[in-house]
């Protein structure tokens, strides 16, 4: 079973509006990690942020953001005011504390910004 | 300096060569990792070694077979894969098994 559901696929928007990409996750581990990953062209993972189960308060980052929700097991991600080097491939992931800390990614979403 | 490598960031080969892909980490990690991307396809992990031994092996068929000389080094030695082999292959680092993973840029293998 997916573990981690990134529900859009793609996303495509102008230069300056903000996206917001779905991360839904499944576990019954109370100790868990989350995790969002950029991929740009180049191919490399980027890693952004990693936030654990314990720790529910909203992160900021520049022009990042994250949403931890436990209550509804979602941990979205903002761009706002996104530019052109954004466009990239996101990926959402969890390790458990069940699955030995291992990476489950989701199938990742692709974000086109248009200039 | 980047904090993973790898070599070659592209490569063509036949089902019957030989081939090997180097991951190279510059960060005093103790743990690496190989992933394989397809195309459609989530990423799968492949390999786990912690202080040089390896730790998991995800059910990757045997013309796959990963060397960890070193906890800066990783090797992934390939004989006779199949075109389905095809993929982008991904290194990683991390302190110990289960904290966070720094990747490589990846090795893009193309199997004819």
């Known amino acids: 079973a997916q573990k981690v559901t990134q529900a859009q696929t793609e996303i495509s928007v102008v230069e300056k509006e903000d996206v917001t990409l779905d991360c839904v996750y499944e576990?019954?581990?109370?100790?868990?990690?989350l995790f969002w990953y950029k991929q740009p062209p180049s191919g490399e993972l980027v890693f952004l942020i990693r936030?654990?189960?314990?720790?529910?308060q909203n992160e900021i980052s520049g022009r990042y953001s994250w949403n931890f929700q436990k209550s509804t097991s979602s941990f979205n991600f903002t761009i706002t005011a996104s530019q052109v080097v954004d466009s990239a491939v996101y990926f959402c992931?969890?390790?458990?504390?069940?699955?030995?800390?291992?990476?489950?990614f989701g199938a990742g979403t692709t974000v086109t910004v248009r200039a | 300096e980047t904090g993973v490598t790898q070599t070659p960031r592209h490569l063509v080969m036949g089902m019957t060569n030989k081939k090997s892909l180097k991951c190279e980490q510059h960060?005093?990690?103790?743990?690496m990792y190989w992933y394989k991307q397809s195309a459609k396809k989530p990423l799968e992990l492949m390999f786990v070694?912690?202080?040089?031994?390896?730790?998991e092996n995800n059910s990757v068929p045997s013309r796959f077979s990963p060397e960890c000389p070193n906890s800066s080094h990783l090797f992934l030695h390939l004989h006779t894969l199949q075109p389905e082999d095809s993929a982008l292959y991904l290194c990683?680092?991390?302190?110990?098994?289960?904290?966070?993973?720094?990747f490589g840029p990846g090795t893009r293998l193309t199997v004819l």
């Open positions: 990683a680092s991390s302190l110990g098994v289960g904290d966070t993973q720094y």
């Open positions: 576990t019954r581990d109370t100790t868990y990690y």
């Open positions: 936030r654990n189960s314990f720790d529910e």
């Open positions: 992931a969890l390790s458990e504390a069940s699955n030995d800390y291992k990476l489950s």
């Open positions: 960060l005093g990690h103790n743990a």
């Open positions: 070694y912690s202080l040089e031994e390896r730790v």
